[in-house]
Nanobody, 122 residues
Framework: QVQLVESGGGLVQAGGSLRVSCTASGLIFSVNAMAWYRQSPGNAREMIAGITGGRAELTNYADSVKGRFTISRDNAKKTVYLQMNSLKSEDSGEYFC??????????????WGQGTQVTVSS
């Protein structure tokens, strides 16, 4: 059974930093593409960062977070991270970890975490 467990959300002031983590079980992990999604009230869930599986570990970001957020992975710990810097109030929302069977984060993920709330106060 695959499980993705997020942690690290919370309340932070605008301009601050926060790191959220997602630990996986039931996956090989190193070959799985991983992604972070964000959903704020009244908006659709959107992918904000993705990282490929395998040796390349290529990353891609939504324009709204490019240059401020960094996705990374530690395959030994089966954990993916999202480092968020220069946070803005519009970054507030529920952050979801997602995993793909494939090595590239394209299309709908195959597995989802339960989400962790990030609130940025202005």
């Amino acid at each position: 059974q695959v499980q993705l467990v997020e942690s690290g959300g919370g309340l932070v002031q605008a301009g601050g930093s926060l790191r959220v983590s997602c630990t996986a079980s039931g996956l090989i992990f190193s070959v799985n593409a991983m992604a972070w999604y964000r959903q704020s009230p009244g908006n659709a869930r959107e992918m904000i960062a993705g990282i490929t599986g395998g040796r390349a570990e290529l990353t891609n970001y939504a324009d709204s977070v490019k240059g401020r957020f960094t996705i990374s992975r530690d395959n030994a710990k089966k954990t993916v991270y999202l480092q968020m810097n220069s946070l803005k109030s519009e970054d507030s929302g529920e952050y979801f970890c997602a995993a793909h069977h494939s090595t590239v984060p394209l299309g709908n993920p195959d597995y989802w975490g339960q989400g962790t709330q990030v609130t940025v106060s202005s």
